[in-house]
């Protein structure tokens, strides 16, 4: 996400760290630059205007100009200014998010237009709050008027783990709503999520119907969805919301192929209202709160560890972990547990995405790096063509047994002998780090060669 606008930052500020010194003439020419990759990210052209603006009159307030080495105090600035922009850094001891309310169904309503991932956006935020509240979660289907729409719901939300109140296409919207409301009350809910009906634009009878239902269930919270990939014009339909139903914040949808980051950039400044959660791919698990601070450090090639780290928590058990220390220590690690890791790292998202949150591989490094995850599928399928024994031990797999691994895996036998290669380095080098040791890489890269 964001990729040509942080390659273009990236560059801008890497020639700004590379200078001993920094004149104004220096701090108005990164400046240009910093104004027009925001352009070209359909950054609102008044929002491009502040932001350079303010990140000059800090440079010059703290006083970069003359001073040894202040690229980096450049850096800080810029990533400072960025987090304000979307949002603000997190305020101690808040609770920035949905609003609970006291008295159980939270009602949260959503809205936006036709094909911004609404219904879609719904199931997310269900398996969301069921998953990290431990929430009892129910949806209502309001979207009577979009083909399928219903059936759609009927089934991501199973999916979800939510339960799902419908009434078919034939009942009005707003009775839909308040029948679902009673029922969520009924049956004990702790959150009721309404997905209401869009258009293919901003119109009156559209708001009309989002104001009465809003009136009838009173949401606790009303989010609107905005295609991220719609860049400036989401920012035109957040506004227009924002003058007939006041919303609370955004859920940013496709934030994913999202290069350029116009609209994540520009909704905050011109609606006020915060982005508080972001799709970052189309599997429902790939929904997550949107941090201000850790997208600036993405945008920047700083990486983003705390969410790499909320990720690994996730997918891993910590009774497996031990398990795994226990076999490193032991040099009994063999290609089924480097199969399972492989697997939990591949539940963690695109392994393109997985490594731009590591600091050092995130920004220029990463930029060239193609990751094809159907290798990832090949070294699979090579594991699975070994007997048990010889995932256990791959040093007894001999010639006769890698023509037979490769001709079950599809693949060929130089691709194996790479897998086994590979494999036995990445065995020599945890044992090293078990026995406490400083691994030598570069011996490992040339024997690995």
Not at 228 to 250: H, I, K, L, P, R
Not at 313 to 321: H, Q
Request: aromatic share 4%; net charge neutral; charged share 30%.
């Amino acid at each position: 996400m964001f990729d040509a606008l942080s390659e273009k930052l990236q560059a801008t500020l890497g020639d700004v760290r590379q200078r001993g010194t920094l004149s104004e003439g220096d701090i108005d020419a990164a400046m240009r630059e910093i104004r027009l990759a925001l352009l070209e990210a359909d950054v609102n052209f008044k929002v491009v205007r502040q932001f350079t603006s303010q990140v000059k009159e800090r440079c010059m307030a703290e006083e970069v100009v003359g001073k040894l080495n202040p690229g980096q105090q450049v850096v800080k600035i810029v990533g400072e200014e960025l987090t304000n922009l979307m949002g603000g850094p997190p305020t101690p001891g808040s609770s920035a998010g949905l609003a609970f309310s006291p008295r159980p169904p939270t009602v949260v309503l959503l809205a936006g237009l036709q094909g911004s991932g609404k219904t879609t956006a719904t199931a997310k935020l269900a398996r969301y709050l069921r998953e990290q509240n431990s929430s009892s979660v129910a949806v209502a289907a309001c979207d009577v008027y979009r083909p399928a729409a219903v059936e759609q719901l009927v089934k991501v939300g199973a999916q979800a783990g939510a339960t799902v109140y419908e009434k078919g296409t034939d009942s009005d919207p707003v009775e839909i709503a308040k029948w679902a409301l009673d029922r969520a009350r009924e049956e004990g809910k702790d959150v009721l999520i309404v997905d209401t009906s869009g258009r293919l634009h901003v119109d009156a009878e559209l708001m009309d119907e989002l104001v009465r239902i809003r009136d009838a269930v009173k949401p606790t919270d009303v989010l609107l969805v905005v295609d991220a990939m719609t860049g400036q014009d989401a920012v035109n339909v957040a506004e227009s919301f924002a003058e007939a139903v006041q919303f609370d914040g955004v859920v940013m949808s496709k934030l994913d192929g999202d290069a350029r980051g116009g609209a994540a950039l520009s909704v905050k400044a011109v609606t006020g209202k915060p982005i508080l959660f972001a799709s970052t791919g189309e599997k429902l698990d790939q929904f997550e709160r949107f941090h201000p601070d850790r997208m600036a450090q993405r945008i920047l090639g700083m990486g983003d560890v705390m969410t790499l780290i909320e990720k690994a928590e996730r997918e891993l058990d910590e009774d497996e972990a031990r398990e795994m220390e226990r076999k490193l220590r032991r040099n009994e690690f063999g290609l089924d547990d480097f199969l399972d890791q492989l697997k939990m790292v591949r539940k963690m998202g695109p392994l393109s995405s997985v490594l731009g949150m590591i600091p050092g591989l995130a920004g220029h490094q990463m930029s060239n790096m193609k990751v094809d995850e159907r290798e990832l599928d090949r070294i699979q399928a090579i594991v699975l063509s070994m007997t048990p024994a010889e995932r256990r031990k791959p040093e007894i797999i001999n010639g006769s047994r890698r023509l037979r691994i490769a001709r079950g895996s599809g693949t060929n036998v130089q691709q194996v002998n790479r897998l086994i290669k590979q494999f036995g380095q990445m065995r020599k080098v945890m044992r090293q780090v078990g026995r406490g040791k400083m691994p030598d890489f570069g011996a490992l890269m040339r024997s690995a060669r």
